[in-house]
Nanobody, 119 residues
Framework: QVQLLESGGGLVQAGGSLRLSCAASGRTFSTLRMGWFRQAPGKEREILVSINPGGGNTFYGDSVKGRFAASRDNAKNTVYLQMNSLKPEDTGVYYC????????????WGQGTQVTVSS
């Protein structure tokens, strides 16, 4: 089992920045593939970024490419999402998730943190 806890969400003006954190426990973090997802109001959940266990490879969704950056600190069992140039359409609940490596499924999910971007 893996427990994930997101933090860092909040209200920010358009053009601003936020940094989300996701702390993991329960399994060796360095073996996990991590992802950040977003669910906007009335929309399906979308993947924003996937980061491999070593942190050297990240894959971004088109909606956040060039504005968001994911990183991880395996010593702290934490993955981060730096969000810059935020837009109102970035509003939603942000989730981190974990899965095995190699793999494509995410088996563990955090409870989510709300991000609201005002215009």
């Amino acid at each position: 089992q893996v427990q994930l806890l997101e933090s860092g969400g909040g209200l920010v003006q358009a053009g601003g920045s936020l940094r989300l954190s996701c702390a993991a426990s329960g399994r060796t973090f360095s073996t996990l593939r991590m992802g950040w997802f977003r669910q906007a109001p009335g929309k399906e959940r979308e993947i924003l970024v996937s980061i491999n266990p070593g942190g050297g490879n990240t894959f971004y969704g088109d909606s956040v490419k060039g504005r968001f950056a994911a990183s991880r600190d395996n010593a702290k069992n934490t993955v981060y999402l730096q969000m810059n140039s935020l837009k109102p359409e970035d509003t939603g609940v942000y989730y981190c998730a974990a899965g095995g490596w190699p793999g494509i499924n995410y088996d563990y999910w955090g409870q989510g943190t709300q991000v609201t971007v005002s215009s």
